[in-house]
């Protein structure tokens, strides 16, 4: 799977909304053809999340983009946290 700047879903993300709708898409995807994926295990998930987060900087630099200075950093580690124990 390849993931470039456009014309990605996830570069169509602007909202909350938007945000939980691409989630949900991922899950569908992750339904249809889990297997496809490189990391198709929550540890193995969790892990490339966390590498990509440190090295996004680099991500952004090679697709000729600036890394956004602002952004909920915040609100995605609640929503990650939350995932634990909500239903």
């Not at 899950?27 to 590498?51: H, I, M």
């Given at each position: 799977m390849t993931w470039e700047?456009?014309?990605?879903?996830a570069n169509?993300?602007?909202s909350r909304d938007e945000l939980a709708a691409f989630v949900r898409s991922l899950?569908?995807?992750?339904d249809r053809r889990g297997d496809e994926w490189e990391n198709a295990t929550l540890d193995r998930f969790l892990a490339a999340l966390?590498?990509?987060i440190n090295s996004s900087p680099g991500w952004y630099r090679n697709f000729g983009q600036e890394m956004p200075e602002s952004g909920d950093w915040?609100?995605?580690a609640r929503a990650l946290a939350a995932a634990v124990v909500y239903e």
């Amino acid at each position: 799977m390849t993931w470039e700047p456009s014309p990605h879903p996830a570069n169509a993300v602007h909202s909350r909304d938007e945000l939980a709708a691409f989630v949900r898409s991922l899950r569908e995807d992750f339904d249809r053809r889990g297997d496809e994926w490189e990391n198709a295990t929550l540890d193995r998930f969790l892990a490339a999340l966390a590498s990509w987060i440190n090295s996004s900087p680099g991500w952004y630099r090679n697709f000729g983009q600036e890394m956004p200075e602002s952004g909920d950093w915040t609100f995605f580690a609640r929503a990650l946290a939350a995932a634990v124990v909500y239903e």
